[in-house]
């Protein structure tokens, strides 16, 4: 099957193509520049418009949305927040238009958002049927998901993965985590009460690999392990699993000093569960934290 896939070139991105070329797929990365020339990649402008885009997305078996800017890369100051919200709106945009132009428009379309959606929801468990929240990253990704609706047809079918944290000893968060914990400075934040709704790479993965081909996925899907745990103990767990103590905390006034408003972003969280994964049968590797980080061999 040839998998058009937009946003490739990122941590997720490259995990997702490796496991899709493993499993014979031809895969053709979307790429601002390919200044290198490498196979499998074809130069796009996500800026809204269809462009040439409908003649690679042609006859394709699948499109995977994983463009957008890092949430968590620099403070949101007004235009980096404008840069988060286009990044996503109009690569989504593009590709949603593009698809509408197509002869032969793939027949499923996987989008990615996140559990941001939910917005802050302390000890309460959330699943897709849940309410959007009001703040900057739930706003975000409620008009993220309205983009991608609109290619939902007949012919093409639609599926939204908000996204967790995903661990991967190659990068994301927790790539950034490790030396200060190896340094003994792990540090549960501010209360450490909020809930960190996360999820292996190796089965972040698989639910993508899983959507593309279950004709019956359609809708919203939490991309969360089934047993999210608090910020307090995923510290502790991480530095059990690094053996280094793991008993300091980062008050709260500190991150929003040094952050701004992207300290809300590690404050605040969300209790997501997989509801409708694991309703359609969809099984985790790692359901548990210890084990889906040792398996990693921080």
Known sequence: MKIVLAGGSGFLGSHLRRRLEADGHQVLNLTRTNASGRPGEA?????????????????????????????????????????????????????????AACQRPPPV??????????????????????????????RLCVDWEQEARVAASPTTRLAIVRAGLVLGADGGALKKMILPFKLGLGAALGSGNQYMPWIHVDDWVSMISWLISADRAMGAFNATAPEPVTNRDFTRTLGRVLRRPAVLFAPAFVLKLGLGELANLLLTGQRALPAAAEEMGFGFAYRELEPALRSLKL
Not at 59 to 85: C, F, M, Q, S, Y
Not at 114 to 130: F, H, L, N
């Open 43 to 99: 130069v796009w402008q996500p800026d809204g418009s269809a462009g040439d885009l409908p003649a690679l997305l042609d006859g394709a078996g699948a499109v995977v949305n994983l463009a957008g800017e890092n949430i968590a890369g620099a403070r949101w100051t007004r235009a980096r927040k404008d840069r988060l919200r286009d990044s996503r709106l109009l690569a989504t945009r593009t590709l949603v238009v593009a698809i």
């Open 109 to 138: 379309l996987v989008s990615g958002s996140a559990v941001g959606y939910y917005g802050p929801r302390g000890d309460e468990a959330v699943s897709e049927r849940t309410p959007s929240g009001s703040d900057f990253l739930a």
